[in-house]
Each structure stands twice: as structure tokens, then as C-alpha cells.
């Protein structure tokens, strides 16, 4: 064990893990991948900081100098919109670094002030990947202290979003907790109170009686007022706005329970209710709570603004000067560096443009532009610095301006899910029974039982058990979704994917795997001349050089002299008196009788034409056959934003060419969503990147696929994890599942409900009955959702 | 009997000062972030090199 653990250590870098080169870097007798590893290790061990190594293997990434900068965050106005305190001698600033990922990274980000004294604490929320920062700032910088962080290899994610940051969502979550708090406190304390009444108290304990009245009466008041005041608001909205929801038999139920509770303490007629109307609020806020977690480490709602950065070099003058995105003009000369996004549409006027339009397509191959031509915001410039002339404001942009689209303004309409329809009809049922039983002991003369079986219907059938039956199943379900790497925005989520009838995908990156590209040779060619090709094409950074390197797998052979490679159009070198030419048709010499489509990589050597390698596009596992199961119930489209070169094979997959588009833009895409969405379906889209954004938000349902759940994913209802891609079949099912359970348990809890209701017309209910049916049903409904939709799963090999 | 009167009172006003510890630990953020401070408890304030790790430390 102790042998193979040496024996891996020595074959990967001691930093980051990833295999080492022919070559490692050495320092004190460890072996590094690169030169940035060793200049993180080299930093921690200077500071004593080594321990970080011992309690993880490997805990670094792989930390390869990208040379960014950060002058920016010395303009005071920028730096003010990213703190969130600032005065004359300390900063606090919460950075988002997506790099955190063990408890090693925890360790070293809270040993900070080791490195800086003037970093006076750090915290690290590890779920949310974020690190609360405290630090003297007539000491540091806040540009040192990023560059400190970048240095150890935990770069920060600044983005445009960080500015516009809110908070709002956590004080909600915090006031519910402590509602619940509250609920639970007096739900417990009552319950002991009732105990005696319960069993029983003898003449001479009478005294009790009604000192134990009073008591529960006072615990009745917070319950209501406090923890359950959002039921009175909600249930008078709705009936405000004509619409008989849930709340409003629920705020009915209680307020009639404390009403009776008071007159009957009051009375000494009995004991009032309030020990089921604090448990009936208990867990109806539980349930609440329940519906209402959510994934702290995705985001949803993201835009091009937490994308693109806070900050642009402008050069003005001949001087370089960083400005706030939103002040960039056009007309403005503009400095992209190596690794920096493009924030507007612009004319490339200086340098040599490769840019890598991955998060807006999802295709990884970088683009090479050429001087005077327009190069659209987005891109991720991947080699030397460039200038650009700005033609577009940020905002007016061709990627940009899909947000402008009303699409984005209007939040999407929520759908009517199965308890708000049910609702509906339970209330008038439920008020009919009530007035019906009230009026029936009225003619019979006996108005005091009237009033008690009046009240006592409105009590027992107060929908607890039917409110948390959506909650908890969804709540389940959702993290049976979670298990299979599929996040959802919220429970909703489920419903609405229980209905879809039309899917759309977007292809690059979405049902294209990027990871696995694959080549096809077309020609004959040895072992031994792919071993020439794979060794001349290894000295090429050009995108397809290396994936075919990478394709090929084979080791480094042979040394290449008379290397030459022109940008764009193939490579030459000489290797062992073999002279070959890889490229283009044009460079390497050959004439097509007609032009293949798709990538190529042609292949002389020697003088002689051995034939071509073509590059070709690799599914997603399972593609075929989610297709296939996904066709008979619904219709399936394609949406691409590139040329139509797969379009043959992509019709065994999606069979009706109709319902493939190509070369679509943004707004294209939007367009045809909404153009489906006007016949009458309900469309759930599959995309990735920033140019579906406007489907993802204009359809029913948007699912953002992704191979890393902390890459940048557009706004969407839910995240998908390219691995569980050939799941989504299986997902759909258990969404449909999800719904008869939903069904069921109302059915269930309608069952207690009639129990308790014919004992409620007939005058009879007592409070000992609904302090035992309503937790029964409770329990009931919990139990069966939660054992039934796992059930489910497992029925659908999800779990 | 009397005594009754006194200890419900008591046992009330002690259920309140939990109450108020709860509210407190919420106010200040406690329940904010459950997951990192049980990873903060592990590390030691100098690991000892040369000590095999086990499998358990890693997550």
C-alpha cells in the first residue's frame, strides 16, 4: 500500500496531481508539473505553510501562469462596488474562488495571515466557495491581496455580477428558521399543558384547569400573529386577487381554532386547541422550509454579467487605464491580455486575435480573427495581447442585446401546479360542508351545536396533511435528482418537467461531448507515420494539432528539426530523414476535386499524399437511445448556432431534418421556442452556453448541461452534469411519478379528512381527536411521500 | 400542589432562554454555513510530518 502510494507520488506532481512531464521540475526533492506548482510550493514553504500538503494528497490545481492583471482594483471606483466594508483602516471583502474543493484549501485560505500579516482573518464558507476577507488596508491592497491569492493558486472570480450583488435571500431564510423556532417552542410546551386535561384531572385539581388555559391561550399568540401571520397575508391576497389558494382554508382553519380557543378558556367551557393549531403551523412551516432549500454552490440566474469582467484597459494617449465596464464607450481603444475577455464587439486593430468563444457556443476551438475584422464580445483572447476598437456599447452588443429582449423582463409565469388546482376546489367544498352542517343544526333548533360543528369542520378539515403532501414529495425527489448529479432550481422544477411535450437541444458542447473529440483517417497510414505526424504535430499550439496529439495517444518518439509552422494553414518539419507536411489542402500542395466539409488535417509525407485526418464530432453517451425513448411521447428538435456539416449523421439520431436548424443565432433560437410555445407546447431546452441563454429563458423549462457543475452555466431552472446526460429518460419518469404520489397522498389525507368530518357535522369533535388525527395524517403523509418516491427511483434505477 | 405553579413557571422561563440562544446563534450567522466549521475542528495546529494518513481525512 505504502510502495504504490510512493510509486504514484513519483509519477505525479506533488502540487496539483497531474502527470508529470518528461521533464519535472525539482525543488527539495519533490517533482512539479510546472513552473507554477513550484512557485506555489515554494511560497507555502517559505511561510511554514507545508502542512497543507499532509492533509490531503495533491490538494492543488494545476496552477499554470496566466499572467493576469489586476491594476483595476486600484481604481478606488471599482474596488468600492466589490467591498463590502470599507473604512480609513480596515477592508472586508467576500471573494468567490471557484479553485476550493478540500479541506486543505479551507486550512491554507484561513492560515492567510502566515503569508501577509496584514490579513487580519479569513473565513471560508466551503459550500458556497467563498472567503470572507478582513484585512488592513493601509498595509495591502486590495490588488496585492488578489494577486497574494492568484500566487498560492486560489484565483478569485471577479465578475461583473459580484457589483450588482444582493443579499435579500438570506434574511428570508433566516426569519422562516426562526418562525419555526418559535412554532416548535409553543407546539412542545403545549403539548405537555394538554396532557393532564387529556387524562384526566380530579375535582380537586380543577384549580389547574384553568391556570393551564391561560398558559396554552399565551403560547397561542406568537404562533399566530408571528409564525403563521404569512398565511393570513397570503390567503387575503389571493382572495383579493379572486383566487382561492391553500392559504385561505388554512388561515381560516386557524383563526376559527384560536377564536374557539379563546371563547372556551374564557368560558371554562373547555379546553380550546391550541395545541393542534401550534402543531398544524409547525409543520406546515416545516414543509415550507422544506420546498425552499436550495443549492448554495450553483447559481441559476446567471447572465453575461457574471461572466464578463468589472474592468477594461483602455488606451488613451498611448496610456493604458483601466475603466468600470459600464463607462466603456464606442470609439474607445481597448487592451485585451492573454486570458481577458472581450466585453464588447469590437475591430480587432492590432495583434494576432485566437479567440475562444467556448462559453458563448460551447465549441472549445478557438477562432483566429484577422486585423480589421469584427471580433464579437465574449471571447476569451487566448494568445498575446491585442487592441481593439470598440464598435458597440457593452450592452448593445451582438451577444449582449439578447437581454434586452422583453424575454428577460418579465418573469416567467408560474405554472398551476396540481395542489394550487386541487385547492381551488377544496375550499368551496370545504365551506359548503361547513354552512351546510351549521344550517342543519340551525333548523333543528340547536343553535350551540350548530356553532360547534360550524367551527369544528373548518378545524379538522384545515388541508395540513394535503399542504405538505406536494412539499415533501418534491422535496424528495429532489434529492434523489441531486444523487444523480441533476440540480433544480426549485421543487416546481418537477411539475413542470412532468408535463413537457417538446425538447430541444442545442448542439456543441449540449449533445456534443467537447472532452471527446474524435478524428477519422481517410487514406492509408502506418503505425510508424502516425508516430511522425504525432511528434510533428506536438510542437503546434493550433487547436487541432492538439486534439489530434491527443486523439493519436502516443508517446513522444522521435525529434523534429527544420520545424516550420505557418498560423492557420499546417506545419512542416523533418524527422528522421522523413520530410512531413501536415495542414490545409492549400499548404501541404494538394488539389480537391471537391471540398470536404468539416475540419481536416491532410498528410504528405515525403512528397507523398498518405490521405487525410477528419475531424469528427462525438455524442454524448446514450444520445441515441435517450433519443429514442424520449420520441415517443414527445417531439425533438435541433437548434444549432453552427454550420449544417453533421447534418447527415445528426438525422439517424433526430430523423426529422425539419426539426433541425442550423447556423441560428441567439435570437434565432429564442424565436423558435417562442414560435413552438405558440402551438401549444410545452418546450423544455437543452443548451450550454451564453448564446442559448434567450431559449433557456424563453422555454418552459431550461436545462443548462454542463461537465463541470462550477463552470459557468447561463440562467436556467435546472443543471445538468454531462455524465448523468442518458439519465434524463429516467428523470422524466420520475417527475411523472412524482405527480401520481402527489396525487396519492391527497387522496390519503382526503381520507382523514372525511373520518374527521363526520364527526365534525355531527357536533361531536373533540379537541383530543384533532390533537391525534392532525399529527396522524401528518405523520402519514411524510412517511408515504418519502417511502413511495424513493420507491419510485429505485423503479427507475435512479437510486 | 402550589409548587406546581412555580415549577411550570420555572421550566418555562428556562425553554425561553433556549429560545433566545437559538435566536441569537441565528442572528449572528451560526446556521449560515453548517458544513465548513466541522472540517475546522480537524485541523490540528501542527501536523506532525512523518504520520501515515488515513483514508477518513479525506472528503
Redesign the interface.
Known sequence: M?QTKALQLDTICFHCGEALPATPLLNDDKKFCCAGCVGVYSILHEHNLT?YY????VPGQTHKPKGLNFDYLNEPEIAAGLVDYQDDKITIITLYIPAIH??SC??LL?TLHKINPAITES??????KQVYITFDNQELSLKHLVETLVNIGYEPLISLQDVVKSQQT?TTD?SL??KI??AG?CF??TML?YFPEYFGLSSF?QD?KT?FGW?NLAFAFPVVFYSGRDYFTGAWLNLKNGVLNLDFPLALGIAVMFIRSIVEVATNSGPGWVDTLCGLIFFLLVGKWMQQRTYHHLSFERDYRSYFPVAVTILEDGLERPIPLDQLRKGHRILIRSNEIIPADAILLKGDAKVDFSFVTGESKPVQKVLGEIVYAGGRQLGAAIELEVVKAVSQSHLTKLWNNETFRIEKDTIMTFSATASKYFSIVLLAIAFGSGLYWMFHGDATKAIASFSAVLIIACPCALALASPFTLAAVLSIFDKNKFYLKNTAVIEQLARIDTFVFDKTGTISNPERAGFTFQGNITAEQAQLVSDLARNSGHPLSRELVKWLNLPQHYTVNNYREMVGRGLSGRIMQHEVKIGNAAFTGITLEKPIPGSTVHVVIDQQYLGYYLFTQQWRDGLKALTVSLRKGANLHLLSGDQDHDRMELMTIFTDGNQMQFKQSPQQKLDYIKALQEQGQKVLMFGDGLNDAGALKQSDLGIAVTDNINNFTPGCEAILDGASFSKVPAFIQQAKDAVKVIHMSFAISLIYNIVGLSFAVQGLLSPLMAAILMPASTATIISFTSITARLYARKNKLL | ?NI??ML?GVS?LL?LIF?AA??WA??SGQ???T??PG??I??DD??K?GI??SDE???
Request: aromatic content about 18%; overall charge negative; charged content about 25%.
Open positions: 505504502l502542512d499532509a492533509y490531503n494528497d478540500c479541506s479551507i486550512w484561513e473565513r471560508v464558507d466551503f459550500l458556497k438570506q433566516r428558521i426562526t423556532a418559535v417552542f412542545g410546551n399543558l385539581e389547574f391556570f398558559l | 400542589m406546581i405553579y411550570i418555562i425553554a429560545l437559538f435566536f441565528s442572528k446556521h449560515d454555513d458544513y465548513t472540517l475546522r480537524l485541523f501542527e501536523v510530518p501515515e494518513k481525512d479525506h472528503i
